[in-house]
């Protein structure tokens, strides 16, 4: 799958496999603002990227359907921007929803405050959405994450619900649950 490039960014599906694209994910949750609503501003360990976020995203990454992380790229300078990820929402457990593809977003603190998350995230939208078996597009935020929240808001998704996660037994946590439709599948039905 390719996401065609915007006015300001370029998109490439990173690879789980590339010391280069590991190394970027590590550097990007140094930063404890970027992690504020993650795991309270702790960055992310050495050891904990490797023996558990690689192997979490390797298990949902699939190039032919457009699921991964895909880096965010100044499309002027190639600068490294950050990622939005894109899977199926609860992709780890029984009730995994196929038709219900999950976004997610990290990017630079210096590149906050642009637009570039709604610019990417619905970019990636506009293109899986033309997709018939896709019924809806969701995100999860942490209720106070007034900014992704604002994000979710701006790509048109709707508040749900509030819910709580569990981790590989890590403590629970609560985020707040976003989701719009599909427009495709929403037309596919009503023929």
Request: proline share 7%; aromatic share 10%.
């Amino acid at each position: 799958m390719n996401i065609p490039p915007t006015n300001r960014l370029r998109f490439r599906l990173m690879d789980p496999t590339s010391a280069h694209d590991r190394e970027l994910w590590f550097e990007l949750d140094q930063d404890p603002e970027v992690m504020r609503y993650l795991n309270d501003s702790q960055p992310t360990a050495r050891d904990e990227m490797d023996d558990f976020v690689v192997p979490r995203v390797a298990s949902f990454t699939d190039p032919a359907r457009g699921h991964g992380l895909w880096e965010l790229a100044d499309k002027q300078s190639g600068e490294h921007l950050g990622w939005i990820l894109v899977r199926c929402y609860r992709f780890d457990k029984p009730e995994r929803e196929e038709d219900n593809i999950e976004l997610g977003w990290r990017l630079k603190r210096a590149h906050w405050n642009r637009g570039i998350t709604t610019e990417a995230a619905g970019a990636i939208i506009e293109v899986l959405q033309q997709d018939p078996a896709i019924r809806a597009f969701s995100a999860l935020a942490a209720p106070e994450n007034r900014a992704s929240i604002g994000v979710m808001k701006k790509l048109g998704m709707h508040f749900v619900d509030e819910r709580f996660h569990l981790i590989d037994g890590r403590p629970p946590y609560a985020s707040v649950y976003y989701e719009m439709p599909s427009p495709n599948w929403m037309t596919q039905l009503n023929c």
